[in-house]
C-alpha cells in the first residue's frame, strides 16, 4: 500500500496559540522564506519523482500564487489549509465557512481547477465543533485530513476509526496516522513528532501501520527545512516543541522518499475505493481527555 505525502504551505511565523506569534495584521511586514523552502521542498520532490499534496494556506496562496503555480506545473495536487491560519475551536461556524470559502476560492481562481482537500490549522477540530465537517461540505469540500485520533495541546478526537473512511456518506476523512504503542496512541509521521523521534523509529513505525492496511499520512512544514529561519520569542517548552531537530527534518524527509512509496490524496482515493464504500462515523466522537496527554510538536 502507498503512503500520502503532504505538505502544510505556511511561513515560520504560522505559529499557534503563541502569545509573540504575529496578528496576521504583520504578516506582510515579516521577512517570508516560504519561497525558497517551498522550492527546496518542490525540488527533492522532482529529484524522488513523487507528486504529494500541498495544503496551502489562503494567505501564502494569495501573496504567492507562483508558488501554488509551480506545484501544480510540477504534478502535485493543491488543496487548503484556510486563510488566515486560525484554530477551529476558536472561530463560530460562519466565521469557520468563511475562511475555508475564502482559501478555496483563491486557489481556484489560481489554478483553474476544483480544490477538494482541507486540512485544518494545528488539527484544531474537536467535539466542540460539531458543525465542522457539515460547514466543510458546505463549502465544497471532498476530503479532509484533519481530525487527530489522540490527546494533545490543540485539542484531538477520540475516535475508533484510523484508517480513511466515510463521514454522513460525503466527506471521506483522512485522520491524521498514530500507532499504538503499548495500548496508546503516538504519532511519529509529521511536525515536531517527526522532527524529535529517531529515524530508526519513524521507518519502525511506518512500517507497522502499513502492515494494519492503513496508509501513513507523513506531513511536513516548508520552514522545517530551514534550521537557520527565524525564530518567534517563544518559552521553553514550546521553543522545543517548535524547534527541536530542525536539522534532521531533510535527512528524514529524504530517507522516507527513498524507503516508502508515497502518493497525493487525490490519487490514493483514486486507487483503493473500499476504504469509502460505507459510512464509518456511526458514533460521534467526544473530546479526549487531558490525562496522559501527548505532547504537542506539530
Avoid at 506545473?73 to 463560530?92: K, N, P, V, W
Avoid at 463521514?167 to 504503542?181: G, M, N, R, S
Avoid at 506531513?219 to 534532521?248: A, C, M, W
Wanted: glycine fraction near 6%; include cysteine.
Amino acid at each position: 500500500m502507498k503512503s500520502i505525502m503532504s505538505v502544510d504551505v505556511e511561513d515560520w511565523f504560522h505559529i499557534l496559540e503563541a502569545a509573540s506569534a504575529p496578528d496576521i495584521s504583520q504578516w506582510d511586514s515579516l521577512p517570508s522564506r516560504v519561497e525558497r523552502n517551498f522550492h527546496k521542498l518542490l525540488d527533492l520532490f522532482s529529484e524522488k519523482n513523487v507528486r504529494v499534496t500541498c495544503f496551502f494556506l489562503g494567505y501564502v496562496a494569495e501573496r504567492y500564487p507562483r508558488l501554488v503555480k509551480e506545484a501544480l506545473d510540477r504534478g502535485h495536487e493543491i488543496a487548503s489549509h484556510g486563510y488566515a491560519h486560525r484554530l477551529i475551536y476558536t472561530l463560530t461556524p460562519q466565521a469557520f465557512l468563511d475562511d475555508v470559502r475564502k482559501s478555496k476560492e483563491i486557489l481556484e481562481g489560481i489554478t483553474g481547477q476544483a480544490v477538494n482537500g482541507y486540512r485544518a490549522p494545528g488539527f484544531s477540530v474537536t467535539a466542540e465543533t460539531p458543525w465542522f465537517f457539515e460547514k466543510l461540505v458546505e463549502a465544497g469540500y471532498r476530503y479532509d485530513s484533519s481530525v487527530f485520533p489522540a490527546p494533545r495541546q490543540h485539542g484531538g478526537l477520540s475516535t475508533n476509526k484510523f484508517a480513511p473512511h466515510l463521514i454522513a456518506d460525503q466527506l471521506k476523512e483522512f485522520p491524521i496516522t498514530v500507532a499504538d504503542v503499548l495500548g496508546k496512541h503516538f504519532c511519529f509521521f509529521g511536525g515536531g513528532y517527526l522532527r524529535l523521534f529517531p529515524y530508526s523509529v519513524v521507518r519502525q513505525m511506518s512500517r507497522k501501520v502499513l502492515g494494519e492496511n492503513r496508509p501513513v499520512i507523513f506531513y511536513i512544514h516548508p520552514r522545517e527545512i530551514d534550521p537557520d529561519h527565524p525564530r518567534l520569542s517563544l518559552g521553553l517548552t514550546r521553543t522545543f516543541k517548535s524547534y527541536v531537530n530542525l536539522k534532521t527534518t531533510e535527512a528524514k524527509l529524504r530517507n522516507i522518499l527513498d524507503e516508502f512509496q508515497v502518493t497525493t490524496f487525490a490519487e490514493f482515493i483514486a486507487e483503493n475505493p473500499s476504504f469509502f464504500t460505507e459510512p464509518s462515523s456511526r458514533r460521534k466522537p467526544t473530546t479526549v481527555t487531558t490525562d496522559n496527554r501527548v505532547a504537542e510538536t506539530a
